[in-house]
């Protein structure tokens, strides 16, 4: 994928297909070192999926037989001098975490996290949905928990409601980066 948040945007939607009520994002760098985690309390995958799931010819679909998502998330982390771990149990949920090393050539950008964040949002009325980003010892977290609370009934999904949401991510974002590009 072109940019790293395009593959959180994928993998927190197979966590909304695998029916998870909290989906927690978390967004890291420390020094010279990107991490990514995406974790749910989804279905979980049994051992003998888990075992092959990083493989783009295993997936849970029955439209086409190729699941291209997670094997790239890995791939790209490993090119980049990083590493790559999933864990997960059936019943349970679901824990996938990648390092990147932000200096290498191979690594893509960060992208746009208030676009994915945005784009996840439609399907948080039924479900939670936590993003921490921390850059050294400044930390945003964005909660649905929170956004509901505020919001007093109205749907995350209102068109007013994701562009706020858009841009109060930007904004914080933003200010922690400095306007450095990750």
């Known amino acids: 994928m072109q940019e790293l948040s395009l593959n959180v945007l994928d993998i927190a939607d197979n966590s909304v297909k695998a029916g998870a009520k909290n989906i927690e994002i978390n967004i890291s760098v420390k020094g ?7 974790k ?17 010819y295993s997936t849970t679909r029955k439209t086409r037989n190729v699941g291209l998502g997670i094997p790239f998330f890995k791939m790209e982390a490993e090119l980049s001098g990083g590493e790559f771990t999933i864990e997960s149990e059936e019943g349970k949920g679901t824990d996938v975490k990648a ?11 960060l992208g746009d996290l208030s676009e994915t964040i945005t784009a996840l949002l439609p399907a948080c009325n039924e479900r939670e949905l936590k993003m921490n980003f921390e850059v050294n010892d400044e930390k945003f977290v964005f909660d649905t928990r929170e956004l509901k609370e505020q919001l007093e009934g ?8 994701l562009q706020f949401v858009k841009e109060m991510i930007q904004e914080n974002i933003t200010s922690i980066v400095g306007g450095v590009v990750l």
């Open 32 to 38: 010279n070192v990107l991490t990514i985690e995406i």
């Open 154 to 161: 109205v749907p995350v999904d209102e068109p007013y409601v």
């Open 40 to 56: 749910d309390d989804g279905c979980g995958m049994s051992k003998e999926f888990l075992s092959k799931v990083t493989d783009p």
């Open 99 to 109: 390092t990147f090393m932000i200096d290498s050539i191979d690594r893509p950008p």
